[in-house]
């Protein structure tokens, strides 16, 4: 009896085995091949087009007092006189003030329209970081292969990119086969609200995108285990945005006879809660598609974890866990934010109140984390309520099989050699977010090479990846049809 359980036991791990190991080897590529044309060397006067675009402050500051209108208004003036070609045969438009919309006009009214963003500002410096910069961060400097600079990777590049792209087009007459769209927005930082009035008034005229491209996933050499290929990374959906103000009141007074639970108590306790207890861990569509993408390329024991997500779902969630970014992939994440309770070291504070800010895993919607949230903090003490204006739900997903990430995929393969691409969720939020009516694909990328300092110090991004941003518009723009 027990010699045929023994053997029933063993014939299901041998099929087990087989499946995991047939599923393995027969894990073939996904990745179309593309003939790569090395970029050319960056023309001189690219390069100073694009120092000079750096050197204004298009800052955006939380505190619209701080807004700097001349710089604004410098930098249009600027693009104006550096690329006259694109000026002369695009149609521009000035939406809310500062944000550029420019209409190229395609040869075939019949096909669809593309709309090709960047934004115009950039972070602020903080000042306790200034000191820490070793380049004036308005200067465009450029040292060790590098360009430096504040709006370098954020997103000058891709703007400066899109104009030498078609300013260069331009001089030999080409004309596109579809209508393209150029959007830069100007106060992506703080909201966005330039890219919405575009996102509207593109809708109004009942504008239907074949795909829309903004910022987004770069290109890595080494950041994916078991890949040795640069992998571009589009994006194909993104998170969705929500804070939460939580507040507790409770009867203060003098902290020589504190009650068992003060306010803060009480508050603190539902973070820990919150904290201790993670959102549901999920492969998102994207995440699935990078799994497809990717787990060809990797070698033998990861791609057979990727070959049989069906029983070794658990291992990879476990180790993309291990890494706060990893983790920000697979569930929708919580942090607290802001705290605020207490005047004095004395008194007991009546009221206490925290920020949580949480990113939606596309699929948790925010009224169902909301719900969460309150289950789990399970105190109806603990009072909560959705900062104003704070929800975006996660956006929708772009199916690899689109135009978009075809067209987008194909020109940075043939822009870059040996290179790997696959879909990929945005952690952070884009301007593109607000043109889910205008297309249903939209494709979030930067075609640059590990940037480095985003939003941070000494923000830059290697000469190599400017010629492979210029390169790579180059061929977009001249496959679009
Ligand atoms: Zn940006």
Redesign the pocket.
Known sequence: MIKKALLIVLIILLVVVVLVVVNTLTLSSTQERVHALPAPEINPTALQHFKGALAFKTISNSNPALFDSLQFIGFRKYLESTYPNFHAHLQREIVKGYTLLFTWKGKNPLLKPVVLMA?QDVVPIEADTESLWTVDPFAGEVKNDFIWGRGTT??KINLIGMLEAAEKLLATEFQPERTIYFSFGHD??IGGSGAIAVANLLKERRVQAEFVMD?GGIITKNQIPGITKPVALLGTSEKGYLSLVLSVEQTGGHSSMPSPETSIDILTRAIVRLRAKPFEARFSESMNGFIESLGPEMPFTQRMAFANPWLFRGLIIGIYEKSAGGNAMIRTTVAPTIIHAGIKDNVIPTLSTATLNFRLLPGDKGGDIIAQVKEIINDDRVSLVTLPGSLSEASAVTPMTSVGYQKISAAIKSSYPDLLTSPFLMIGA?DSRYFGEVSTNIIKFSPMIDPIGFHGINERVSLESYKTTLWFYEQLLSELH
């Open positions: 934004h954020d997103d992506e930082e910022e884009t």
